[in-house]
Nanobody, 129 residues
Framework: QVQLVESGGGLVQAGGSLRLSCAASGRTFSMYTMGWFRQAPGKERDFVAAISWSGGSTYYADSVKGRFTISRDNAKKTVYLQMNSLKPEDTAVYYC??????????????????????WGQGTQVTVSP
């Protein structure tokens, strides 16, 4: 069982950058696709980005493509989300999670939150105008 802890959120002005981290425990971390989701107040949890078990494949929501970059370091059991050119509409709680349906050597893109599990507690990102 993988357990996840997110960090790196905060308050930033529009146009600024933040780097989120998701630290994992558990021996199977490197076998699974990992994803980032976000949830704004009163809204559903939305897919942001995913990365394959090896880090060789990535997928992004259209709303963040070209601004956010997902990466992972399997030796450190950590997934990152580099967020540049932040906008007020990026304000949300950001969560990382394990894609329960997608593990080595498989890579099939899914953006459904129901395919993910082991959710962390989330980290708040607030972007001021």
């Amino acid at each position: 069982q993988v357990q996840l802890v997110e960090s790196g959120g905060g308050l930033v002005q529009a146009g600024g950058s933040l780097r989120l981290s998701c630290a994992a425990s558990g021996r199977t971390f490197s076998m699974y696709t990992m994803g980032w989701f976000r949830q704004a107040p009163g809204k559903e949890r939305d897919f942001v980005a995913a990365i394959s078990w090896s880090g060789g494949s990535t997928y992004y929501a259209d709303s963040v493509k070209g601004r956010f970059t997902i990466s992972r370091d399997n030796a450190k059991k950590t997934v990152y989300l580099q967020m540049n050119s932040l906008k007020p509409e990026d304000t949300a709680v950001y969560y990382c999670a394990v894609d329960k349906t997608n593990f080595a050597p498989k890579w099939v893109v899914t953006t459904e939150s129901t395919d993910f599990g082991s959710w962390g507690q989330g980290t708040q990102v607030t972007v001021s105008p």
